[in-house]
Each structure stands twice: as C-alpha cells, then as structure tokens.
C-alpha cells in the first residue's frame, strides 16, 4: 500500500491511498468462503451450495460493494495508523472525496485500486499580535429612574380599579369599549378584527397609538371614530396594511386606585422589610447590570480587534461541534419556555436547519476567539489556579446533581473555561479602552471569514471558502 499526504485547506489532510490487488482480493475470498458457509441456498444443506449459485444469490454488487467497503475502512485505519503525526491531531473520522458510486463501478477484486480521502486535523494558529491595541468600547450607565419605573410597574399591578361616572378620559384610566373594525373600502365590518366590550388600558404602550390618543377626552356611551391602516403584528395577519376605520362605543370608564410606596407595599413584592431596602437592591441591581453590559462591551472591543490578527483554518468537524452545542443550548432554553406536549410540534427538522444556518456565524466567531485566546495562554504561560478548578468543580456538581456526570471530563471543560477567562482578563489588562457615549459607536454585526452557508435537508452545512481561510 502507497500512501501520499496533502494538506487541504480547511485543516484538512489528503490521504492519496494506492492499494495493491492482493489486499482485496484476500477479503474477497474470505467473504465468499464465509457466505458459503453460512447462506441458505434453496435445495442445498447450509454450507453445500455451489459457490456460483452462493454468487448468483448474493449478486455480484452487492458483494464488490461489501468488499469494497471493507477494504476502505481497513485501509483508511493502516493508513492512519502509519501516520502517527496526522492521527495525534485528528478530529473526527474520514471522509471519501473519490465519489464512492464511481469507485463501485471501476473496483475489481484482485486488481489494484487508487482513491481519494481527507481527515479533519486540529488547526495551526497564528496570532500576528495579541497586546497593546487601542479600542473604543461604550460605556452604559445606570439609569436609576428605571426603579421608579419599576415600582410604577408594580402598584399597577396591584392597583385596585374604580368607576368613573363624571369625567371623560384620562391617561391610564381602563375603559370598557365594543371595538369595531371596518374596511373603509366597502364598509365591510372586520368580524375577526374587533371585539365587544373589550378592555383596554389608556396607555400608548398597551394599544395602538393612535387610537389611544382619540378616545382621551372620550364619555361613556360617546363614539369614536379613527381613520387608519391595520397595524403590522395585530390579529388577523391577512388584514395588515388593509385601510380600516376603527369605531370605538365608550362602555366604562376606571380610574386607577395606585397603593402608596410605603414598607407595607415593600413586603407585599419582595422579601424586604422596608421601601428603602428594596429601592436600594433594586438600585444596585441596575448599576449592576450597566458595569456587566460595559464590561461586555469592553470584551467584545478587544476581542473583535484580537481575532482581527488571528490566522486559521477551522476545521469542519470543530465548527459543527460548535453549533451543536449552540443548538441544544436554545432547545433547552426553549424546553423550560414551552408545554411538553408542544416540543415535538415545534421541533421539526427544518427548524432545526434553520437553527444551525442561523447560529453559524456566531459558532465560527467562538472558535476563534477561542484559539486566539489560547495563543496568549500559550504565550505567557496563562495557568488555571488548581485551588480556584477544584472549588469551581465541586460547585458544579452540586448544582447538576447527576450521578452520570464525568467528573474528570467536567474538570476538563471547566479547565478550559478557566484558561479562557484568564486569557481575557489579561488581554483587557495589556489594551487601552477608550470608554465613550454609549451609541455613540456604530456596532457592526458579528462577522466571519465565512460565507453563508447552505443547509441541505439533513442539515448537512457546506459552504465555500475564503482564500485565507477556508471554512
């Protein structure tokens, strides 16, 4: 047998494999011999057959391509195996690249056979540079009046309703109305589009703007009519953009009955005893959650100018890994979302498609910004503190409590994690960020070196590859 490497883009190595006739034609006569003696021919004992009625019984392609099979995987294995080099850094098993109906058709047993195959390997990175860059990233700063949003929130919630008889309407009243809806066309009524004594809340956020705006000032048993287009994300969907008259009948009137923010309403939405104990974790909430979105942004700043230097070719085995994990991330997410009994119906093989197309990017702009961060762990000798691995480890076996969890596999990935946050924070240490206003800075979308790829019906990707990268 006379094996020849490539490298192929991609991260990929080319096996060009030259088998010699005797290598098949032994596996031919031992499958003969073992078909012999084990099919049941019509009128002859098991075993007895002539070997040419065994022949005519089996067919002569299906038995070229049982040998033929076998003599690929048995090649493919000592191909591999005398090329220890390419073994330690595989990923994934073999491809064919000769088309396999074409080999069927030239492959004879006892004759020489030359064909094609490719292995995925784990990629060369090369990381042009890796400190001193200089970014902008936006600062988000904690808006405090979203507390007293909240609280506003919360005593609607739990405001008591109360008629109203001698006054029109006001903002954040609640009326009853019967809502008709017309075609001004034809005059036609939309029966799917309105509905009777429908309760609405006086607010521009709750209902379509301009029907809102109309009916203040409106009395009980007064009439409104409002000229408009059928708005996009209402019901029914055929009716959108139509050109509609809304005829709204005045019913009831409420006004709204807020509790007071004392301790007393504290209790009633939160564990805290008092009204200034919950404005102060509601406050600190919020400037938590502006540092984490800043810190955020810092990140990807530095991030999207380190994989700028980064050179590699991702190999397809990695990013499909990728985006499998991303895949079942979102389905588990949804899972926690959705009824049991909706799952299947949802979860149909085009979604799934459309899922892995959709995630794409953002699993090649995983992969490498985790090879670029591995470069500077590889670099400056980045380590994870043992101490640190172990607790974290710990903790999360607590929380999985599942007795099926590979403990050394878990400290693995966590190690990896671990690795991969250290490496960030001494990238944001070694760059100057330059915080600015936040939307001051036009956010281009995630990009990648790829083009968008195809799915196919089994949710195959392909897709071609840049010159520089080859994914």
């Known amino acids: 047998m006379k094996v020849t490497l490539e490298k192929l883009p991609a991260s990929q190595i080319g096996f060009d494999i030259q088998v010699e006739g005797a290598k098949s034609q032994a596996i031919y006569d031992r499958i003969v011999k073992d078909l012999t003696r084990t099919m049941q ?20 392609q299906r038995l070229k391509a049982n040998v033929l099979e076998e003599l690929l995987e048995k090649t493919l294995n000592e191909a591999l195996e005398e090329n220890k080099e390419v073994k330690d ?42 400190q001193g860059f200089q970014v902008q990233a936006e600062e988000v700063k904690p808006d405090l009046t979203e507390v007293d949003r909240t609280f506003r929130e919360f005593q609607v919630r739990k405001s008591t309703l109360v008629p109203v ?27 799917e589009a309105g509905e009777d004594d429908f309760q609405l809340d006086v607010d521009e956020k709750a209902f379509i703007p301009e029907v809102v705006k109309a009916i203040v000032g409106a009395e009980i048993d007064s009439v409104v009519e409002v000229e408009s287009i059928f708005p996009a994300d209402y019901y029914p969907e055929e009716y959108v953009g139509k050109e509609i008259k809304y005829v709204v009948t005045i019913k009831s009137i409420k006004s709204r009955e807020l509790p007071a923010l004392d301790d007393e309403f504290a209790q009633s939405i939160s564990d805290k005893q008092t009204i200034a104990e919950l404005r102060e974790m509601l406050e600190k909430r919020v400037i938590d959650t502006a540092e984490a979105k800043t810190k955020a942004n810092k990140e990807r700043a530095v991030l999207d100018a380190l994989t700028a230097e980064l050179e590699v070719e991702l190999p397809a085995t990695l990013v499909e890994q990728e985006l499998e994990f991303l895949v079942r991330q979102q389905a588990s997410y949804l899972e926690e979302q959705i009824d049991s009994s909706m799952l299947k119906q949802l979860f149909t093989k085009e979604l799934v498609n ?22 500077i762990a590889e670099q400056e000798n980045i380590t994870v503190d043992e101490a640190a691995l172990n607790e974290r480890v710990a903790h999360t076996l607590e929380m999985l409590k599942d007795p099926n969890v590979d403990p050394v596999r878990l400290a693995g990935l966590i190690r990896e994690e671990m690795k991969t946050e250290t490496g960030l924070q001494w990238l944001i240490e070694h760059c100057e960020i330059e915080l600015v206003e936040e939307g001051s800075l036009k956010i281009e979308p995630a990009t990648t070196e790829a083009i968008a790829p195809e799915v196919d019906a089994d949710g195959v990707i392909t897709v071609e590859a840049t010159s520089e990268e080859a994914e």
């Open 41 to 60: 021919v019509p009128g002859f004992r098991k075993g007895k057959a002539p070997t040419q009625l065994v022949l005519r019984q089996i067919g002569t």
């Open 165 to 191: 008889e001698n006054r029109s309407i006001e903002l954040e009243d609640v009326v009853t109305v019967d809502l008709k809806v017309l075609d001004r066309a034809t005059g036609e009524v939309l029966e």
């Open 354 to 375: 459309e899922m892995r197309r959709l995630n794409y990017p953002q699993a090649v702009d995983r992969l490498r910004r985790k090879f670029a961060l591995d470069k």
């Open 89 to 130: 850094k595989a990923l994934g098993g073999f491809q064919l690249v000769t088309d396999i109906e074409s080999l069927i058709e030239i492959f004879t047993p006892g004759q020489d056979l030359s064909f094609k195959a490719a292995i995925d390997v784990e990629p060369e990175a090369v990381l042009n540079k890796y």
